[in-house]
């Protein structure tokens, strides 16, 4: 577990300054007057008239590629964990406090909080709708406690541990619902040396086991479901090195077999998903990287073009349904030098085959490290981060927004 991140942007500016860790955390027409356009052109006039109109109601009609304001959370959050319940709220995690959104009323609300504050952990939903928490760092140590999110009470109740404290790895729910921990890395001063070790949460007995270790010791990896049930691992990093090999997990034989290697190492926050092609695509979500496409059918990888990313580092991403990435908000410039915050927004379009990038509409207000959660209606939640005045002061942020595609 490394004491900083190099390249991040710190949450208090100055000698306390402290670096977040990597989240672990996946239509446009022509103008014309429907019944959607009325309804925001009465809620403009409602605005302008100066009565109240809720964050949800704000939200009606919203057109494509376009950014609304909606209610804000409890507390302000840089780099939150998020996960999309299946009552169709979204869990906001950090440190030990939680919240949650709820889409209907546009409005966040404090729930339960976790048995213990982390940072760097994993959160999984469960078949039963429950929430893993599992590992990450409290304090300056590894964890290896995990917990449960429980919906329908609103709390965080312990389950059983990991059998080896992690922090920085991947946890991936498989089809037969239990949930697939691979690498990571432990507590260490400098050097951190990453695990190869992978273990099994299994819901109905609340107990995690080891299963078969990976051919390669990894951490700040990428893991995915495949539509045969196997999970794709990554990418990552082992010590100083970044790694562009990859590896394939059979839940029927509980063993890592090695597939086809990346076409260029990555490690870091990236984000990855199952595209309608069928293929997985692997991109950057704080620091642009090279698209990577792996084809399950032939366990090869191609480059897919480049990205024009809406900032140079700290900007997020996320797959959209319609199998395009948006990139939002981040941070341009270098520090000692002048640094700015963006609301800018791009898109990416990974069947184009070659670099590309379309801008969109802008956010509200500037951010880096907000999370973004693609909501059940297709929308996208972009919630907190670090944002900045108009006099360029920086400072953690509670507000919160709404993309359209």
């Known amino acids: 577990m490394r004491a900083a991140a190099p390249g991040r942007l710190p949450v208090a500016h100055g000698p306390t300054a402290r670096w977040p860790r990597a989240g672990r955390s996946q239509v446009i027409g022509m103008h014309r007057w429907t019944m959607g356009s009325l309804r925001a052109l009465l809620v403009a006039g409602l605005l302008a008239a100066g009565l109240a109109v809720s964050p949800a109601a704000s939200a009606a009609g919203q057109a494509s590629g376009t950014w609304v304001k909606t209610g804000s959370m409890t507390t302000p959050r840089e780099d939150p964990t998020t996960v999309l319940l299946h009552n169709g709220q979204v869990l906001v995690m950090g440190g030990v406090t939680a919240e949650l959104y709820d889409p209907k009323t546009g409005t966040f609300s404090a729930t339960g909080d976790m048995g213990a504050a982390r940072g760097g952990f994993t959160a999984t939903v469960l078949q039963n709708g429950q929430v893993l928490v599992a590992g990450g760092d409290e304090g300056s140590a590894a964890t290896s406690s995990a917990e449960l999110f429980d919906p329908a009470t609103g709390t965080f109740s312990p389950t059983g541990s990991m059998t080896t404290a992690r922090v920085d790895f991947t946890a991936t729910l498989l089809d037969n619902g239990k949930v697939l921990v691979a690498g990571g890395e432990g507590t260490c001063a400098t050097v951190c040396p990453p695990f190869s070790s992978a273990e099994l949460y299994d819901p109905a007995t609340g107990t995690f086991s080891p299963t078969g270790s990976m051919t390669a010791a990894r951490a700040f990896h990428i893991a995915a479901l495949l539509p045969n049930g196997k999970v794709l691992v990554a ?17 029927d034989a509980g063993t890592f077999s090695p597939t086809g290697s990346m076409t260029t190492a990555l490690s870091g926050k990236q984000i990855s998903g199952l595209l309608p092609s069928g293929q997985v695509l692997v991109v950057g979500a704080h620091f642009a990287t090279q698209p990577e496409l792996y084809d399950p059918a032939t366990g090869t990888w191609a480059g897919d073009g480049g990205v024009d990313p809406s900032a140079s580092r700290n900007f997020n991403a996320v797959l959209l ?7 939002a908000g981040g941070v341009n410039g270098v520090f000692p030098g002048k640094t700015t915050v963006t609301a800018k927004a791009t898109l990416f379009d990974p069947s184009a085959g070659t670099a590309n990038g379309t801008v969109t509409g802008s956010m509200t207000i500037p951010r880096a490290l907000e999370s973004l959660t693609v909501l059940q209606n297709g929308q996208v939640l972009a919630a907190g981060g670090e944002t900045q005045n108009n006099v360029g002061k920086t400072s953690i942020t509670a507000t919160a927004e709404l993309f359209t595609p």
């Open 235 to 251: 990418g990552g990093e082992n010590g100083s090195t970044t790694l562009s090999s990859a590896e394939l997990y059979d839940p």
């Open 321 to 327: 349904n319609n199998g395009q990435v948006l990139f």
